[in-house]
C-alpha cells in the first residue's frame, strides 16, 4: 500500500540525554493481503518495545476525546441496559479517561491496560486495572475468576496488536453468553480517501476496513451486527460484535451497506491501494515548500501537538529544528523531551505567546478545531494556523 521508508517508533521520545545516542529506525512499510484485504505494517518490532513503562499517550489531555468517552458511556448504558449488576471491561483503559464514566454511574468495571504510566493514573482514579497485554490467555484467566463482561469496549486498540486472532479470541471468551463488545478504529476507506499516511506508524500494526473485521471476528467466534461511522480520527468505525454461539442482537442492515460500499470503492482490488503512496508525496512536498520559504522569508514557525502521526509526517517529510524549531504540547510527561527522529524540542504553551510565531503548524490535524479554539489568542497578533493533512491548509 504506501512504503515510508524507515522511521523511529513515533512515541518513543527523546530525553536530553538520549540525544547523543543512537536512535533506532524501523522499515516503515503497509502490505495488503490480497485474499482476506487486511492491511499490515510490516512486523518489525513487538509491543514490549513500543508500549513500555515511558509511554507518553495519556487519553485524558484530548478535551475532545474525554468528551467522546462521556457520551459512548451514556449511549451503551442507555442501549445495553446496562445497570449496577453489569460489569464492564476495557481494553486498553489507558489513564481512565472512560472508565471514570462508568465507575460514576456505579457499574462494577475493571481495566486492562499494559503501560504502567496510565496504568497508574487509572488506578489514582480508583479503577480496578490489569496491567497486562489482552488476548486469549488473560481472558480464560479472567473468565476462570468470574469476571466475565457484560460489554468490553476496545477504543482505538484492535489496530495496535500484533496477533490480531490471539486479541479477538479473547472477547469470545471474555464476554457473556448474551453480552456485546464494540471497537472503534480509523476507518481504512477514510485513510485511503483522505490522504491520512501520517496515521501509520510502527504502533499501527493494522489497517482495518470492515471487510477484513468481518472476516478477523467470524474467524475467532465473533459476530458483527451493527457498525456506526464516527467522525473521530479523521473517520473511524464503531463495530458491535457479539459472541457467535448468540443470535441477540439481530444484524443491522448497516453491516451490509457498508460492506457493499467498501465493495463499490475497490476495497478488494489492489489498484484501490496504490494511490495512497503518490498523495503522501504531494503532500510532504507541499509542507517542505512552505516551511522553506516561510524561513526564508523570516517568519516565525511553530507546532503544535506533539502526536504520533506528527511524527510520521515530520521523519516523512525530512524536517528537523532548523526549519521547525519547536512543538509544544500539553502533556507534562512530553515537555523537556524531544520527538524522535526529527528531535525537535517540546516546550509548554507558554513559548507560543513569549515567541508570537506567524504560523502554528498543527500536527494532530484530527483535532484542529478544539486546538484553533484553544490557541485563538495566536490571532490577536495575526498568526495563522496550517494543516498539511490531506493538503497544505493555511488559516
Not at 485524558?60 to 459512548?72: E, K, L
Not at 489497517?207 to 451493527?226: C, I, K, P
Not at 516561510?294 to 516565525?300: C, H, L, V
Request: aromatic content about 10%; charged content about 25%.
Amino acid at each position: 500500500m504506501i512504503d515510508l521508508g524507515s522511521a523511529p517508533p513515533s512515541n518513543d521520545y527523546l530525553t536530553a540525554e538520549a540525544l547523543q545516542a543512537p536512535e533506532p529506525w524501523l522499515p516503515l512499510k503497509v502490505l495488503v493481503c490480497t485474499a482476506c484485504w487486511l492491511a499490515q505494517t510490516m512486523d518489525t518490532t513487538g509491543t514490549e518495545r513500543l508500549f513500555d513503562a515511558d509511554y507518553a499517550y495519556f487519553s485524558s489531555f484530548s478535551d475532545s476525546w474525554v468528551v467522546h468517552a462521556r457520551r459512548y458511556v451514556a449511549e451503551m448504558q442507555t442501549r445495553f441496559a446496562l445497570t449496577r449488576e453489569s460489569h464492564v471491561v476495557e481494553i486498553a483503559a489507558n489513564d481512565g479517561y472512560l472508565l471514570e464514566h462508568v465507575k460514576a454511574l456505579g457499574i462494577p468495571c475493571l481495566g486492562i491496560e499494559p503501560t504502567a504510566g496510565t496504568a497508574a493514573a487509572a488506578r489514582a482514579k480508583g479503577i480496578e486495572t490489569v496491567e497486562a497485554f489482552f488476548g486469549a490467555g488473560l481472558a480464560r484467566e479472567l473468565a476462570d475468576r468470574g469476571r466475565q463482561a457484560d460489554l468490553i469496549v476496545a477504543n482505538n486498540v484492535l489496530a495496535h496488536v500484533p496477533d490480531i486472532n490471539d486479541f479477538v479470541s479473547g472477547f469470545a471468551v471474555l464476554l457473556e453468553p448474551d453480552g456485546v463488545a464494540t471497537f472503534e478504529f480509523p476507518h481504512l476507506l477514510k485513510l485511503v480517501s483522505g490522504r491520512q499516511f501520517d496515521t501509520i506508524y510502527h504502533e499501527h500494526f493494522s489497517y482495518l476496513s470492515l471487510t477484513a473485521v468481518e472476516r478477523v471476528f467470524a474467524t475467532n467466534g465473533l459476530a458483527v451486527f451493527d457498525v456506526e461511522e464516527l467522525a473521530t480520527h479523521g473517520g473511524s468505525l464503531r463495530v458491535f460484535a457479539r459472541r457467535a454461539d448468540s443470535s441477540s442482537p439481530p444484524r443491522s442492515p448497516r453491516v451490509d451497506a457498508l460492506l457493499a460500499r467498501e465493495l463499490e470503492a475497490g476495497m478488494t482490488t489492489p489498484e484501490y491501494y496504490a494511490e495512497l503512496e503518490p498523495a503522501a508525496n504531494r503532500i510532504k512536498y507541499a509542507l517542505l515548500e512552505f516551511l522553506i520559504d516561510a524561513r526564508r522569508q523570516g517568519r516565525k514557525l511553530g507546532a503544535y501537538g506533539a502526536a504520533a502521526k506528527g511524527n510520521t509526517l515530520l521523519n516523512y517529510a525530512g524536517v528537523r529544528a532548523d526549519l521547525l524549531p519547536w512543538v509544544v504540547d500539553r502533556n507534562p510527561a512530553k515537555q523537556g523531551k524531544y520527538l524522535p527522529g526529527s528531535r525537535i524540542p517540546i516546550v509548554d504553551e507558554s513559548r507560543i505567546r513569549a515567541e508570537r510565531p506567524d504560523y502554528v503548524l498543527i500536527l494532530p490535524w484530527n483535532l484542529a478545531a478544539e486546538i484553533e479554539s484553544q490557541l485563538a489568542y495566536v490571532r490577536e497578533w495575526r498568526g495563522r494556523f496550517v494543516t498539511a493533512v490531506p493538503g497544505l491548509s493555511i488559516r
